[in-house]
């Protein structure tokens, strides 16, 4: 079964501290993203990936840095954390190139809490 | 880029009774439609995806779609209380890459 784990799973900053969200996938798929979830939001699209050593903004990227070293690995990077990005955070995976495709599978989330 | 919007916000039904969520989108030209759902803040799973105007069944879960009219339903048949959770609706946007969510509808079954 589909597997996408991200680590850490709850995490207090500092406001200005660097913070580092990683995910990895299992289901060798090419897409990856990032999406933080706010209520009175929803789902919102920070940065997504189609494949290693690519980086595409989503609609929310301002604050964010992504990384993709590998085709498991997607990191969201916040180099000086700020209160407002206090939110949980969710990474998937997918694959868009079957006329089918692109069911997301999704992590259990990042609660990040930026003090 | 696609707009996507769900009704109601909240909804609460008896356990047994059917329960309708409903979802609208701008951009008619998508083919490619899922409903996910979230219990508790915790991860998504998907439910049902439905590619073409019509009707697709995954159990206890019936999705509609009419793109003329913008608009792709949930049915719940015989909900349960273990059911309570968000229901997302999601749209493939014409960027191949991206996919839009809903706000998603909170829905409560009671016993």
Redesign the interface.
Known sequence: EAA?TQSPRNKVAVTGGKVTLSCNQTNNHN?M?W?R?DT????R?IH?S?GAGST?K??IPDGYKASRPSQENFSLILELATPSQTS?Y?C?S?D?QA??G???Y????S?LIVV | QQKVQQSPESLTVSEGAMASLNCTFSDGTSNNFRWYRQHSAKGLEVLVSIFSDGEKEEGRFTAHLNRANLHVSLHIREPQPSDSAVYLCAVKDTNAYKVIFGKGTHLHVLP
């Open positions: 996408v897409n993203y999406y979830q009175g939001h929803g789902l699209l997504y189609y595409e989503g609609d949980v969710f998937a997918g868009p006329y089918s692109n069911t997301l999704f992590g259990e989330g609660r």
